[in-house]
């Protein structure tokens, strides 16, 4: 008897089971693809990430999600591709692409996930008594690095990458920058599209 209801029990446990895992998966946001990033991206990340930080070290926080790459379409770049032929993306829903576990050659790059990144504000920092130096300092060290995915030339000798760095709401700056390649690597050959705050 005891037996017959072992196995009564786990019957009805398996019926349980089987409607759990049939059930809706809870809704949000969907994940992020995480395809691999090509060498050639990775190095032109890189460029960027040095002709902004020049010799400066410390810590710096990057945005470990790509934004949607540059549009040919915008009138703000048609600066950059002037004689230049770039496709245009393939139709659909873009496919969103990380840096995640990518490793930086430049010391103190730190990936986060830019959705919860908080702001060191200097405007807040000085309404609250900070001094003007301390408030825009502490916004910097805590300024997040964005980047767009890369948009490639036809012939794959140039690309186009937007690139921000923001540390605060009236604290920020971004461009679309234009990149060639050459026997050395990846060089930055103009920028366009410029914002500041």
């Given amino acids: 008897m005891a037996g017959m209801k072992g196995w009564a029990a786990l019957a009805i446990g398996m019926v349980f089971a089987a409607a759990a895992a049939r059930a809706e998966p809870a809704s949000g946001p969907p994940p992020i693809a995480a395809p691999s990033i090509s060498q050639d991206e990775a190095a032109i990340y890189e460029a960027v990430l040095d002709s902004w930080l020049g010799s400066e070290g410390g810590r710096h926080l990057v945005n470990e999600k790509l934004s949607a ?101 009236l604290c920020g700056s971004g461009e679309t920058i234009h990149l060639r390649r050459s026997a050395q690597g990846w060089a930055i050959v103009g920028r366009c599209g410029n914002w500041i705050s």
């Fill in 69 to 169: 790459p540059p549009s040919i379409d915008d009138e703000e770049i048609r600066d950059c591709i002037k004689g230049l032929h770039f496709s245009a993306p393939a139709p659909g829903a873009p496919v969103q692409r990380s840096l995640a576990g990518i490793r930086f050659r430049r010391h103190g790059i730190v990936l986060v996930d830019g959705s919860q990144w908080k702001p060191a504000d200097p405007g807040e920092a000085i309404a609250g008594g900070k001094s003007v130096d301390a408030a825009v300092r502490q916004g910097f060290a805590n300024a997040l690095t964005s980047f767009s995915q890369i948009a490639f030339g036809s012939d794959g000798k140039d690309a186009l990458v937007r690139f921000s760095t923001v540390c605060g709401s």
